[in-house]
């Protein structure tokens, strides 16, 4: 019954305000590209996808099923996080009673979708890292290798949506070390001990955990500041950390049982892994376009690395804010029991964050609470090494436990890296829900009298994220809380949305526009970075490009990159052209491109950032 009406709340909230918002860029960038897709064209042969191009295919097939419109891609999203949901629900009865899951479970949800309701791929990461969590709690409970099979699954797919897929890989293969080293220790036998000396297993796992941490630091060096290596990498180094001193027990063991017990482990995750990116490829290899995949996957991302700035963590000073959960998790972690009246404590602790929600509109009230998030992710991870080290704790947990918390801290610690190397609030919601599950799998086995005060923290952040998290401006989440403004439908064929007022209107009046001196199926020239109106207008680009920023000629030759796109323009007999005056990514068009178009277009119309022309 408490899962039904989880389902049941779940469902009604998202279902609310599913239609409601956008950011034209990134709706704009998903539905061309599926339709793209649709048209049988393939992502990085025929035009630059943003992302690995299996979420194109997904919304190619949402188009296909639902009909070409902007809201298919939200019934899509929609569908996948009720499955998000209803998974969440299932790991948290693995924990505790399902009257605490389902808080638990809705603490997920207002910390993620709700905040952006748009179909974008790391949405899609975080689902797919969830259920692959599920299939590995599984393989936990009964030690069946069918179940890494399919954790392994969802990491292809997940890399197949977005590269950082990578990510979820890199927290099971942590995991299935730690369990390596669990089921070693277990099936071991008193003769065969470990002698405390290096033999080969031992040397080619730390040699591995040190190639995996010098990855992690260069990751954090890149922007080359100490909130960097706090978030980046320091949780990571601590669960290598952890597992060399885990693992320093049976060093000198016989090494050829242990490689095969961990050769099987990863061979079948990897196996789940390699099957999904193989058949994606094979219209790749077929084509001989597996340089171009190679490329778009692996080299375009880097021109957004170059051309963008790498955006800052807020202050190391921030870390203040995250004092009263700090002092809960090493106080719980290090005390088999609580003091009787410390429980007291919980309820003027609760009272003092209602007083804090009171002034959780203000700015500075605000951004402190979002500052006493952002580090948890660092925090849980080395409280959880403090815990599993420590034996007298260690010891109060069955195995099964012990497993549950390695891999929901490895997971989390992982997933989180989705926030380089942009660190705006709305990609920490990107992992928040396996953050939140890892600090409750920490919180649930501490000592009882902590409870309390997890259970204030609970109702906090749930009040916080579905009063004002949820009903912020997008662009301005974790810098100050703005009401979202309103909305009026679109009014447009492709476009079953409600939209800012401001973009209705002008969106309207633009495709209005392109329809009078163009018709379906024409090509136009829409740039830079307007791949939507491609989209709404129901026309054709007549480039590969979708955000201009990737184009490979944008800063190495301008003249040649003008000369490219007025002979397209030439060749695809394109008679309609809008320029973006304010482009999100990219520099405006050259001087010499915009008088070239001015003189083959006479005609012009100025909207709001966008100008119209026409022969």
Known sequence: MVGL?????????LASQFDKGWIPHDDGTLAHSAERVLRGELPHRDFDSLYTGGLAYLHALAFRVLGVDLLSLRWTLLLFSL??????????????????????????LVWSVPSYFA??????????????IAFLLRHVEDGRKRWLVL??????????????GLYSVAGALLFLVYQEQTTSCRKGSSSSSGSGKLDGYSVFVLGSLALFSGTLVLLALRNAGAMEFLHFALPGLGLVGFLVWNGRSRWGTPAARRFRSLFISVGSYGLGVFLPLLVFSLPYILSGSLTALYEGIFELPQRRFSDDMLHPLPSIFTLVTLTPLMIILVAGATLRRCWGPFRYLAILLGLGFLGVLFFA??????????????PVVPLVSLV???????????????????????????MSSMVSLVQFPYPFAIYFCFAAPVVILAVFSVAIHQARGTRPFYLAFLIFYLLFAAGWLNRGFIRHIGAKFTARPEVAEFELDRASLKVPEDDALLYRDLCKLISRHSRPGDYIYAAPDC????????????????????????????????????????????????????PEFSRGVSENLGAAIRELYPHRIDFPYFSAFWR
Request: aromatic content about 10%; proline content about 3%; charged content about 20%.
């Open 151 to 164: 954790a392994g699954l969802m990491a292809g797919f997940s890399c197949l949506v977005k590269s950082i």
């Open 83 to 108: 499955g998000f949901v209803s998974t969440v629900y299932w790991i948290g009865l693995r924990m505790a009673s399902p009257v605490l899951s389902g808080a638990v479970t809705l603490l997920c």
């Open 5 to 13: 009406l989880v389902m049941a709340l779940s469902t009604v909230f």
């Open 119 to 132: 179909s974008m791929p790391s949405w899609y990461n975080l689902f797919l890292a969830i259920f692959g």
């Open 384 to 410: 959880t090494c403090v815990m599993l080290a420590r034996r007298g704790i260690a010891d109060s947990l069955s195995e099964k436990m012990r497993s549950q918390i390695f891999l929901l801290v490895a």
């Open 531 to 582: 791949p939507e109106l491609y989209f709404l207008s129901g026309r054709l680009n007549p480039t590969g490009t979708i955000l201009d920023v990737f184009d490979r000629d944008m800063a190495s030759d301008t003249e040649a990159r003008d000369r490219r796109i007025l002979a397209t323009l030439a060749e695809k007999n394109v008679n309609v052209v809008v320029l973006c005056r304010e």
């Open 361 to 374: 509109s203000r700015d500075g009230v605000y951004r402190s609470i979002w500052h006493s998030v952002r």
